[in-house]
T-cell receptor, first 116, second 112 residues
């Protein structure tokens, strides 16, 4: 079975400092992994997607994530946090089993707080 | 146009009411989805439509009835809901067999 575990429910950083949001995955197949962001009272926006090409994936708004198979991790990073980055972040794995195309499995989410 | 539009944005309904949520996209996507999201929780998949046919129903109670009248529209008909059904209902779309989903902003539903 596939699953994702977000290791921190809440992360607080100061504006201008690096961001690290941690995610571990479990998958019987070669996984497709995603990070989505959700601002308050909004829908979800795709930040980036890994699909077995480059292990370092660059996304929007300066975010990137590195796929590490040996550690089964897909951590999200950003060199310098901005106030507008404050939001809920979801690590997601795609259920690649036959018949389940498009079924996403979400982590529990990490709330990112950015302090001025 | 890369938007998924959901209406209404907010809905308050009684347990005996019948209401419908609407979702529209014009990206040519042939897969559309309904998700339910409770506060402070991740979204939970409810239904998936592929080429206007229901392909996944995640054992959703029959008081929720989806409908996909054409390739651009997705509806969720609500009847006899319970207060615990209060949540944010998200619609999404994608190309078939493509895991990149585009989400709408959701309908915040309150059942009294």
């Amino acid at each position: 079975a596939q699953s994702v575990t977000q290791l921190d429910s809440h992360v607080s950083v100061s504006e201008g400092t690096p961001v690290l949001l941690r995610c571990n995955y479990s998958s019987s197949y070669s996984p497709s992994l995603f990070w989505y962001v959700q601002h308050p009272n909004k829908g979800l926006q795709l930040l980036l997607k890994y699909t077995s090409a480059a292990t370092l994936v660059k996304g929007i708004n300066g975010f990137e994530a590195e796929f590490k198979k040996s550690e089964t991790s897909f951590h999200l990073t950003k060199p310098s946090a901005h106030m507008s980055d404050a939001a809920e972040y979801f690590c997601v794995v795609s259920d690649n089993r036959s018949g389940n195309t498009g079924k996403l499995i979400f982590g529990q989410g990490t709330t990112l707080q950015v302090k001025p | 146009d890369t938007e998924v539009t959901q209406t209404p944005k907010h809905l308050v309904m009684g347990m005996t009411n019948k209401k419908s949520l609407k979702c529209e996209q014009h990206m040519g996507h042939r897969a559309m989805y309904w998700y339910k999201q409770k506060a402070k929780k991740p979204p939970e998949l409810m239904f998936v439509y592929s080429y206007e046919k229901l392909s996944i129903n995640e054992s959703v109670p029959s008081r929720f009835s989806p409908e996909c009248p054409n390739s651009s529209l997705l509806n969720l008909h609500l009847h006899a809901l319970q207060p615990e059904d209060s949540a944010l209902y998200l619609c999404a779309s994608s190309q078939v067999d493509n895991e990149k989903l585009f989400f709408g902003s959701g309908t915040q539903l309150s059942v009294l």
